[in-house]
């Protein structure tokens, strides 16, 4: 009954009637705005920004903004808005998807909520699919916008990061969906303020928005860079390690594959290395390397845990001990056996930043979309992105003759059977635009052409400059073009002299696509604005979608017909609507896809908006970063001592908590075990904070220029910040990766993903807090500190003040990160044993894990 309800008055019927009525009062304005001069209209800007600032809505000025812009298109650009974009603008302001046919004037219609919402100075996206688009549309649609007295932006891959900056800080920006999506994800790697393009996301309008947040929403956007570090240093890093002698210079614990370089060990290493300070900021590549040759050399076992096959390590699986082909260690590890083993050393690359598109754009404040094919998704689009589609009415009627489909028993038959009919259609005149699937149908096509002496265009969506201009002349008189389906998509196909008369356009298909909008949006190139056209597609039985889903089915309606032989050819309405049916479930499928990947992209997105925000709240910090750093340096400290002192107190391993002293807060030679002997537990994590207060005043001390620890504080939090989050991007890929095959235990792959992985990011807080500790405790500190980038190769190493660290918080209004356990220490906890003894050793073997920053594969 709900739903029945809601039916009703949601139906696109009354939404249109509600939007009429703003349409008739935005007209009413025609003839005030048509009497204003060129200056009276352009004042129309500054004023309608002065009372938005002063607290007018958006909605209370939309009425006679959409007027002043109207009457300026039609002065600047010889366009007036018809009353049908009027309702297609209002329905973009309003944070919806309008779906408008081909040739209806999306551009022009676009300008409109664009100007309304420029008005608020915070910025307007409009996204095109492509460089091409994005550019023509800045140009002509940006003469209106200027005249109009707004500032406009273009943003290309091509352009530089000021140019880039520039764009962003124009009241509307032009630019495709990958370039924002990269940009988004490069700023929340830059390490200054000022390296910062975007300055938010307030409203965008994705044109081709079924395209973009659809069809590309199954690829994520990802940012890769090479592992920090080189070949020699690996191999000097081996060299160095096979030298060292069990137990005296370094440990190893089996049972959590970890391992540390004893006192003795640190000596050698630095003597070595010829440093000072192995655990200075400037040595984190070089102690990375040393741990990673510690591991391949005394953890990881030939024969075991990989394989030497044709100069090549490869990995073991632990499970099936099959070799894991095309697998490699990430973070360094599998270069470091490389080195153990001789052979040569491959490039390593990691993830340095990942997004997908359906994330990126539910950012947006509000978003909005246009297309010519969005119905048929409208479950998707109000599910994933609270966006309703409006089907906008015609300016015209459709005349446009769509002709059911043809099945052919063979593609053979099908492909001469389209060679015929354009040469038919060519023969007289009329242009013909055939729409392929595949390249592969497209040159076989051509041939076929070539043969009968047709010229013709082929078009394959690698050159967008070319390809619309070739779409633009499809409509001469006489004109053949072949392009898959997609092709053109943004331009109009306008029909040359004479060939109204002729039919107007032709479109053939053929083959049905996967989806029924991309077979919507090629139909859609003829008939525009009331001019006559045809479309009709060519099937076979052995098309690829007909073999996957539809053709037992049409083969019992061929059979009921008694259709056969090689020229056999049925046209039909039903056939037409099993086809259709098989797309329905193709598209289905699609669906499950693409909300599988948002499910999984969720978990790193609360992830992602933690370790984002809190690390821009470091970046923007002008006066102190104590209140960030000291209780990292308490949690630290307090889970070393409670990992450490379980039991009665002649149980306690004080030996550990002395051995992390030495290592992580102050000078070695000034504590002892015996300083801590005979104290309670609270006294030991008063007397090593006292300790670590002691070291930072003298830091402070020496750091007594202008923001000089400032400076000093976000060098040492951006590094180890970005160092980790993209080691935990790497593991939570492999995660993704190989936790399919969880479902064969009977478990639910998405739960264990959710559950593994906030494991893993509280276990990277907690290395967070222990790396950031120990460098600001431990490094020599130096003027004129410089920070630097991940993204650049350098290694390690990134709102609401009263930050507690990067510990989890609340990243939108109602929804906790519960998962994250906010307030928690930063240790896990298992329940696989109930004792307390093996409780205690598995936090210990944890927390040795976290003291070196690794995390078993």
Request: proline share 3%; charged share 35%.
């Given at each position: 009954m709900a739903k029945f309800i809601e039916k009703i008055f949601d139906s696109n019927k009354t939404v249109l009637k509600r939007y009429g009525k703003i349409a008739d009062k935005i007209e009413a304005l025609e003839e005030d705005m048509a009497g204003l001069s060129d200056d009276e209209l352009k004042a129309r800007t500054p004023e309608f920004q002065r009372r938005y600032s002063e607290g007018e809505s958006l909605d209370d000025l939309l009425v006679e903004t959409f007027a002043t812009v109207r009457e300026a298109a039609?002065?600047?650009?010889?366009?007036?808005?018809?009353?049908?974009?009027?309702?297609?603008?209002?329905?973009?302001?309003?944070?919806?998807?309008?779906?408008?046919?081909?040739?209806?004037?999306?551009t022009l219609t676009a300008t409109l909520p664009v100007y309304l919402n420029a008005v608020s100075g915070k910025g307007v996206h409009v996204v095109t699919v492509n460089d091409y688009l994005a550019t023509r549309d800045s140009e002509e649609m940006g003469e209106l916008y200027r005249w109009l007295g707004l500032t406009v932006g273009l943003n290309l891959n091509s352009k530089g990061a000021d140019e880039k900056r520039e764009a962003f800080a124009a009241d509307i920006t032009y630019t495709t969906n990958n370039e924002i999506g990269?940009?988004?994800?490069?700023?929340?790697?830059?390490?200054?303020?000022?390296?910062?393009?975007?300055?938010?996301?307030?409203?965008?309008?994705?044109?081709?928005?079924?395209?973009?947040?659809?069809?590309?929403?199954?690829?994520?956007l990802i940012i890769s860079g090479p592992q920090s570090g080189s070949t020699a240093l690996y191999n000097r890093?081996?060299?160095?390690?096979?030298?060292?002698?069990?137990?005296?210079d370094y440990t190893v614990d089996v049972q959590s594959k970890s391992v540390a370089l004893t006192e003795l060990g640190i000596d050698k290493a630095e003597k070595n290395f010829n440093t000072d300070n192995l655990?200075?900021?400037?040595?984190?590549?070089?102690?990375?390397h040393i741990d990673q040759a510690l591991r391949a050399n005394s953890i990881m076992e030939r024969d075991v845990d990989y394989v030497v096959h044709e100069d090549e390590v490869k990995i073991v699986d632990g499970f099936t001990g099959r070799i894991m082909e095309g697998r490699r260690y990430s973070d360094g590890l599998h270069q470091a056996i490389e080195a153990k083993e001789n052979v040569e050393i491959q490039d390593e690359s990691k993830t340095l930043a990942t997004i997908t598109f359906q994330n990126l754009f539910r950012m947006y404040?509000?978003?909005?979309?246009?297309?010519?094919?969005?119905?048929?998704?409208?479950?998707?689009?109000?599910?994933?992105?609270?966006?309703?589609?409006?089907?906008?009415?015609?300016?015209?009627?459709?005349?446009?003759?769509?002709?059911?489909?043809?099945?052919?028993?063979?593609?053979?038959?099908?492909?001469?059977?389209?060679?015929?009919?354009?040469?038919?259609r060519h023969e007289k005149g009329q242009p013909v635009l055939v729409g392929t699937v595949a390249v592969e149908t497209s040159e076989l096509l051509s041939q076929l052409l070539q043969k009968e002496g047709i010229p013709h265009e082929v078009l394959n969506a690698k050159n967008h400059f070319k390809e619309a201009e070739i779409v633009q002349t499809a409509g001469e008189k006489g004109a053949v073009t072949i392009a898959t389906n997609m092709a053109g998509r943004g331009t109009d196909i306008k029909l040359g002299p004479g060939v109204k008369e002729l039919g107007g356009l032709a479109v053939i298909g053929t083959e049905r696509h996967e989806s029924r909008r991309i077979d919507n949006q090629l139909r859609g190139r003829a008939g525009r604005q009331g001019d006559p056209g045809a479309s009709q597609f060519y099937?076979?039985?052995e098309d690829d979608l007909m073999r996957r889903f539809g053709s037992e089915a049409i083969q019992r309606v061929l059979e009921t017909f008694r259709i056969e032989g090689e020229d056999a050819v049925i046209q039909s309405g039903m056939v037409s609507r099993q086809v259709?049916?098989?797309?329905?479930?193709?598209?289905?499928?699609?669906?499950?896809?693409?909300?599988?990947?948002?499910?999984?992209?969720?978990?790193?997105?609360?992830q992602r908006e933690v370790i984002y925000a809190q690390r821009n709240e470091v970046m923007d910090e002008q006066e102190s970063l104590k209140y960030v750093t000291v209780p990292m340096i308490r949690r630290t400290v307090q889970t070393i001592v409670e990992t450490n002192t379980f039991g009665n107190q002649e149980e306690w391993n004080l030996s550990n908590i002395v051995d992390f002293a030495k290592s992580s807060l102050v000078n070695p030679d000034t504590i002892e075990e015996s300083d801590l002997e005979g104290l309670s537990r609270q006294q030991i994590e008063d007397y090593l904070l006292g300790r670590a207060k002691e070291v930072y005043n003298e830091k402070e001390e020496i750091l007594n220029g202008p923001n000089q620890l400032l400076e000093f504080e976000k060098v040492v939090i951006l590094r180890v910040v970005d160092s980790k989050w993209t080691d935990h991007i790497d593991q939570m890929d492999h995660l993704r990766q190989g936790i399919g095959l969880r479902s064969y235990g009977q478990e639910n792959p998405l739960t264990i993903y959710q559950q593994e992985g906030y494991r893993k990011f509280e276990e990277m807080i907690s290395s967070i807090d222990f790396e950031i500790t120990r460098l600001l405790m431990k490094s020599q500190v130096r003027q004129n500190l410089e920070r630097e980038a991940v993204n650049e190769g350098k290694v390690s190493t990134n709102k609401n003040k009263r930050m507690s660290g990067f510990r989890p918080k609340q990243t939108q209004p109602g929804k906790k990160l519960e998962d994250f356990r906010s307030n928690a220490t930063p240790r896990t906890h298992s329940s696989s044993d109930s004792s307390e003894e093996a409780e205690a050793n598995r936090r210990l073997n944890r927390r040795q894990r976290r003291r070196l920053g690794k995390e078993e594969k």
């Open positions: 039609k002065r600047v650009l010889g366009l007036f808005p018809y009353r049908v974009q009027l309702i297609g603008g209002i329905t973009l302001h309003e944070g919806n998807i309008a779906e408008m046919k081909t040739g209806e004037g999306k990269f940009d988004y994800l490069r700023d929340n790697m830059a390490v200054y303020k000022s390296q910062l393009t975007l300055r938010g996301l307030n409203f965008a309008i994705v044109d081709e928005v079924d395209s973009i947040l659809v069809d590309e929403a199954r690829t994520p890093a081996d060299f160095f390690v096979k030298s060292l002698t069990y137990d005296e655990y200075d900021l400037e040595n984190q590549t070089l102690l990375h404040d509000k978003l909005s979309g246009m297309t010519g094919t969005a119905k048929t998704e409208e479950e998707e689009f109000r599910e994933i992105y609270d966006m309703d589609v409006i089907v906008i009415p015609t300016n015209e009627p459709i005349i446009r003759e769509d002709k059911p489909d043809l099945i052919y028993p063979t593609l053979q038959s099908k492909f001469e059977a389209v060679a015929e009919e354009i040469k038919r099937l076979s039985l259709e049916s098989a797309q329905e479930r193709v598209e289905g499928n699609n669906y499950d896809v693409r909300r599988n990947v948002l499910k999984y992209d969720d978990v790193m997105r609360e």
